[in-house]
């Protein structure tokens, strides 16, 4: 069964400062992994995401992530971070295959991100 | 993407009662998902809506509890049964257009139930 964990619950960081939030996944197979933010009474935005190919990804607002198969990671990072991006980040891995993909996402518990002005 | 509504956008209920809550995509999609967040908590897979047949439940949630209409392919029900305060939770509806594809979601349900 495919798991991911997020073990950072809360973080807080200056504005203008960098970010990484970390991500640690298990599964057997190639995973198709993700990226959600979820603000505070919305719902689910995709941030970035990754399929096959070059393992360092680039999504919206200027966040990216790489995938690291030797570690089993798949941090967030963002150079600079602006007081909008506080919000809950979610990690997120699908099953792979003909009928994967998108499917059956398994989601971390979430990192709650702080922003210090 | 997709653009995706669910309504009601929030509810207070009370115990004992059932809810429905709908999932409308603006465009055919392959797969429609239900997810539930209670307080605090990730997101957990409810059931895989399938079209024209019963839904596929994930363990620890049952048909009764959590019935799952799809008529359509752009189009989803799921209903909360006989309602407890414990079921108090953000219900998210989540499409893939094709298989492979990302998933998106829908902007929730908020569910209090007194």
């Known amino acids: 069964a495919q798991s991911v964990t997020q073990p950072d619950i809360h973080i807080t960081v200056s504005e203008g400062a960098s970010l990484e939030l970390r991500c640690n996944y298990s599964y057997g197979a190639t995973p198709y992994l993700f990226w959600y933010v979820q603000s505070p009474g919305q719902g689910l935005q995709l941030l970035l995401k990754y399929f096959s190919g070059d393992t360092l990804v680039q999504g919206i607002k200027g966040f990216e992530a790489e995938f690291k198969r030797s570690q089993s990671s798949f941090n967030l990072r963002k150079p600079s971070v602006h007081w909008s991006d506080a919000a809950e980040y979610f990690c997120a891995v699908g099953a792979s295959g003909l009928t994967g993909g998108g499917n059956k996402l398994t989601f971390g518990t979430g990192t709650q991100l702080k922003v210090e002005l | 993407s997709a653009v995706i509504s669910q309504k009601p956008s929030r509810d207070i209920c009370q115990r004992g009662t059932s809810l429905t809550i709908q999932c409308q995509v603006d465009?055919?999609?392959?797969?429609m998902f239900w997810y539930r967040q209670q307080p605090g908590q990730s997101l957990t897979l409810i059931a895989t809506a399938n079209q024209g047949s019963e839904a596929t439940y994930e363990s620890g949630f049952v048909i009764d509890k959590f019935p799952i209409s799809r008529p359509n392919l752009t189009f989803s029900t799921l209903t909360v049964s006989n309602m407890s305060p414990e079921d108090s939770s953000i219900y998210l509806c989540s499409v893939v257009r094709q298989l492979q594809e990302t998933q998106y979601f829908g902007p929730g349900t908020r569910l209090l139930v007194l």
């Open positions: 465009s055919q999609v392959t797969m």
